[in-house]
C-alpha cells in the first residue's frame, strides 16, 4: 500500500478499540492500524455507514461510550486487546448550559476512564498493551465558546497522566494526542474565513489529515515508543506555538 510509515505488518495478530472510529479522527486511526495489520473494532455511532476500505480487517460496533452498561457488555466479548484509541468526543453549543456541560464531560472524559478501566485487564495480558487518548489545544488555552469542552480536554490529559502512573507496573503505556485543525467532516460547520484564518496562522500552511493522527498514535503504540508514557503530544503544525 502507498505512503505506509511503518512496515505493513507491524500489528499483525494484534487487536485494536478505536471509539469514534466511525468517523472523522478516528475512522482514519481505524484505517491506518488496520493497514499496519490490526484487527480493529471501529466503535461509535453510525456504525452502518462507516465504508471500510477493501482488505482491512475492520468491523464496525454500534456503541454509545457513555451507555456503561453496553460498553460492559461489549469488553465482556473480548479476549484480546492490544490498543485502545479513546477517539469518542464531541464539541456542543450552549456550554454555559450545566446539562450541556455535564453531557460533554461524560462523553469527552468520563467515558475516557470508564473505556481505560475495562480494557486494563486485556491490555494487561498484552505485551504491547497500549492507551491513547484524545486531548486537545483547548486544554491548553481555554476557550470561551467552549468551556465545558477545554474542561473535558484537560481532564483527559490527568486521566493520561494518572493511568500512565497506575498502569505502569503492568506494562501498559498510555499516552494522548492533541490535534489541531484537521479536515474532517466537522469543519464544514465552521463560519466563512475561518478556515482560511486558521491556515494562515498555522505554520505548515495547512489543514491536518486524520491518517496523521492515525500514525502518531502507531508510533506510541509501537516499539519505538517502549519508553514513552504520560505524554500528551500535539499535532497541530505549530499553531499551538504561534
Known sequence: MANITYRE??????????????????????F????????VYAVGLKADALEVPAG?????????????????????KLDQVDILFNGAGANFENQYDLSTYKKLMDLNANSVFHLSTL????????????????????????????????ASKGAVDQITKSLAIQYADDGIRVNAVAPGWIDTPL?????DGMIDD???????????????????VAFFSSPAASFVTGTILPIDGAYSIM
Open 119 to 150: 480494557a486494563h485487564p486485556l491490555l494487561k495480558k498484552s505485551d504491547i498493551g497500549n492507551i491513547v487518548n484524545v486531548s486537545s489545544m483547548y486544554a491548553i488555552f481555554g476557550s470561551d465558546m467552549a468551556p465545558a469542552y477545554s
Open 32 to 39: 491506518y492500524l488496520a493497514k499496519l495489520g490490526a484487527k
Open 198 to 216: 486558521i491556515i494562515k496562522r498555522t505554520p505548515m500552511g495547512r489543514l491536518g489529515k486524520p491518517e496523521e493522527i492515525g500514525k502518531v
Open 56 to 76: 482491512l480487517t475492520i468491523e464496525a460496533v454500534e456503541l454509545d461510550v457513555t451507555d456503561e452498561g453496553a460498553v460492559k457488555k461489549f469488553f465482556s
Open 187 to 191: 469543519m464544514g460547520s465552521l463560519p
Open 9 to 30: 505488518d507491524l500489528f499483525k495478530d494484534r487487536v485494536a478499540v478505536v471509539t469514534g472510529g466511525t468517523s472523522g479522527l478516528g475512522a482514519g486511526t481505524a
